[in-house]
């Protein structure tokens, strides 16, 4: 009864954020014949990032973007950390044109957590969604990137608790591949490993009957 | 993307839960070629109500099913207020068989609300929508039911707080028709009028851009 | 045994806030006696909107503000979506001003929702309001906005879920006059029509017993 | 604005918890010419009690509540810990009773904290006071009881975090008398001893400005 | 600083509770040289299950525990899904003198979940664990249990939120031959599958820098 | 089972914060051989202060560090309420690099509350102390201030609501000591004398049967 979306967008803060988090529901989507476009807001960039960082990660996005088979990848270049040094209305205004453009019915957004950028986009995006159009995307979710989602305080600011899993169990190797692309953002450390993604789909897979899934929290859903 | 479910299965603790809570939602999907069941757990029997109590709103009840296109109703007739002291099991186990015949992919509860029979009920359906075998439905929700869902204590005892809307612009009329059924249960009173279902319909359609709308909040959804 | 105040401060984002929140409790304690101060924070100004759209609102609350019975009203003129902009003492010192001219016993606040600006105000308002002083408001409450204030996202950002409930039955007729007043603000788009208005007083009603309520958050009560 | 009720009516679940609670409350609205009933539901009877025990805790009860200047006390003396045990209608209907009887504007409740009876007592207690007829109560709160209250779990069970503040200043003395009533409940022990409660009605104070107070929490408030 | 317990208790609901929660966590402790006690409430019992199913589970039980190092293991044998039928005084009587026995430094609970037994054992135990002694634990946590604690209802029931990780990357291999005992319990199923405890383990390890972790929550903590 | 610390950073928004919130915490570290760092962020400078009240304040802080024992102070000398208008980066880096010098096993840091400064601080701290190395801190524990802490908006705002309590009863007399030092800070009102937070210690103390104590919430904890 939830089919594939013919038009999907998913807005990342930083190259590696959309493959993190919703690498496998991208890859299974595009598959099954979905137009997939995605936003990358902010990168590498000066003052905090070399400026040639920046173009290693966009390289990196673009064979990702490849493997996952996105159907358009555009870069806003906002310099990482500094998302929130701009005027709240040009970065609403960025993100509305984007979903205009693309007229998605399903959109992706980062979940609001311990990076800065996270939030502001997420807050840009949420009211880029508002439905106050007919053409307002009608099915609205957040999604976790390892580490910095599960860096949240408890009790303190909000937890990721997913109601949504998206089965992956056909596309974890491809998210796996898309993931290796991004070989100057993955690490041997246990935080951001590709093992750790494996594992954290694996262990959303568990708690809906699936092999691997990746979860997502509900913004809003209009039937 | 969200399309009409084949199979709907509405769980509501006493006659009339379901129409005040998902009334539209069950006309517009029985209207779409949905086959609905609906099962009702409590009755208005002794020893709080007198004997006859149970025919009238059962009678009324099989109007108002017929009203909005149900094509099953089931009734445990477990006495109102003592849903809790049956054995656990055996109130799960007849929710999971309910669930097996009727073999939905959609299934709607009861939120755990200020009357006992609703918390207790939730509880029972949520363990019998547990995701242990693939028939296990994939699209479970919660409703709100005018008047006691709104009372339960903020900060307190959980509040609904709604992220999935059903626009029923077009089947308001006839879930005021199936409302009208309930003759015995509505009354001019402010806290559960037709006229106030009417207006927190509209207000639900409010938040999402539709003129009459009904608001669930997520128990999981499998895609 | 909770009266009438005999002065009562509102603090509004943008013109028409106020009137869509409480109107009606603003209409039915001037109606018994009390002195009521609104002030507007910011407005419809440059750079997001043309020079006269400040001109024409600022006229529009003027007559609703003599609708309700507003006894005084002021316009601080920031700006809209750049009210986060300002030196955060800035902003405080002139809450708090207008607090001290105006002498309340009672507060009336934005919730803090979907729209920055609503977020801002509020968090500087509760600091205007801090118990640091004898003469610091007794009681103070959010309200909510209809749109903005239901667009929070679930579990992720704060839920409006109302404590406090003012009958304005009585009123409800003199809240849609004033409202009517905004020409140039409501529309009849489902999520901020007259309309809508009077659906949500009527389920805020319903929650508690009577005809037409508006709903509060509590802040703080000192009794 | 908020002046003295008329009548008031507090639920206890055992003695003591109703003056360690809000002993300054009702020795000041008393002072100030209101009416106040209390009911005490459970009591220190056999099985985990010996019989004689509940005649002690009554006897210091009827002095603690002449020292307050309570005008009725009621004893529903069912035995400690298996309130939960009586079938549900039975206990509302017991509570329900008291409360028309007693005819309040304002009830003060237990907290539903670690004591399994406060939590029982505090959902019939609400239920009791649903705004489902015109005598409805107006202001209904629930109060903390030092040590309970605090053993809730965060993050798991509810929070008790107060939004209303009763200036028990000139009352403190008349609280800490009526609490010494009860030698067979109070000890030197830090968790319950009248130096911890006059601490936290310290703190109390200090969250709103004055010297003692205590803290509820609202459950509604009509005006 | 945080060194290992001299003593430490574990509370099951059902036996393999212990090994899929808290498994590795119980293996390291042992083996710095701590005294693990055990105590296993309900059991797989009739009515729900054929008399043979206990002695099944007990023996598993007892194997795993000899391979995780436990010293003393207790069975209290109450059926499942019916702890809650027993007086709340008993259990919680049966909880206390098993504490008072062992008199653990730290204490580790089920998480209330989708399992009425687990909510319930998690009340009694707290209430056991007050702080009303001087001997009272000072190091009070809730474990997870794979699937059932990751069933309750986001945003409706409390969410397993975790704030503290103990490092078991030199024990999971011992964890995993203690799972592997409880033959009859565990399945190929992804819901509670050893290769799904390795998965939960790796995630958990992720959010810290280490490489498997258990998660804990705490419920008290008194340095 | 849970030593003293052998290293202890703090970080204090304001010179008495870091007395206010854990001076006795401390206090008893300190006496029992820790060595204790502190960090001031911001201080009473221009705009909003005259330039000698932060030569005050910081006078006074260095008396009541040494009352404490603490072996290192640092001031980073940001005016208050700008905090936030620093770059992200640079705060962060600021309390990276404190952090890196003291290499503390256990940080504690201010909580999130009404004052902006708190909030800031709370967020660059938690950044800094994520487990991305293996020299991050194993022990993250948030404090509160009185008054500004208990000033956040119940249901709206993150509540203070403390799992873990460090006995000070010992050093209560200590932590007064400090306290007289910030002769500018302190006052007679209610909100922040001596007394108050005499009080609250007490409060504190008879949540976990001690005289009194110092409550932290968690943010992090490794084993």
Excluded at 108 to 119: A, C, G, N, V
Excluded at 165 to 170: A, K, Q, R
Aim: hydrophobic share 45%; aromatic share 8%; proline share 9%.
């Amino acid at each position: 009864m939830i089919g594939t979306p013919q038009k999907l967008a998913v807005i990342a803060p930083h190259p590696d954020d959309e493959t993190l988090g919703v690498g496998g529901t991208i890859a299974r989507f595009a598959a099954e014949g979905c137009e997939v476009s995605v936003l990358i807001v902010s990168g590498h960039l000066p003052p905090i990032y070399p400026p040639e960082a920046f173009q290693t990660t966009r390289r990196e996005a673009e064979e990702a973007m490849a493997v996952l088979g996105v159907a358009r990848t555009e870069f806003l270049e906002i310099p990482a950390t500094m998302v929130h040094e701009r005027p709240v209305a040009e970065l609403n205004g960025a993100i509305t044109r984007f979903l205009r453009s693309s007229d998605p019915e399903m959109v992706l957004l980062p979940f609001p957590d311990r990076h800065i950028d996270h939030r502001v986009i997420f807050d840009a995006s949420v009211v880029a969604c508002r439905p106050v159009r007919p053409s307002a995307p009608k099915l609205v979710f957040a999604y976790e990137t390892l580490s910095e989602t599960h860096w949240n305080v408890p009790g303190v600011e909000p937890s990721f608790v997913p109601e949504v899993f998206v089965d992956i169990s056909s596309y974890m190797g491809t998210k796996e591949t898309a993931l290796a692309c991004y070989a100057s953002q993955l690490h041997e450390a246990p935080s951001r490993s590709v093992d750790a993604c494996r594992a954290l789909a694996r262990f959303r897979g568990s708690q809906n009957g699936c092999h691997f899934a990746e979860a997502l929290k509900v913004v809003r859903i209009v039937i």
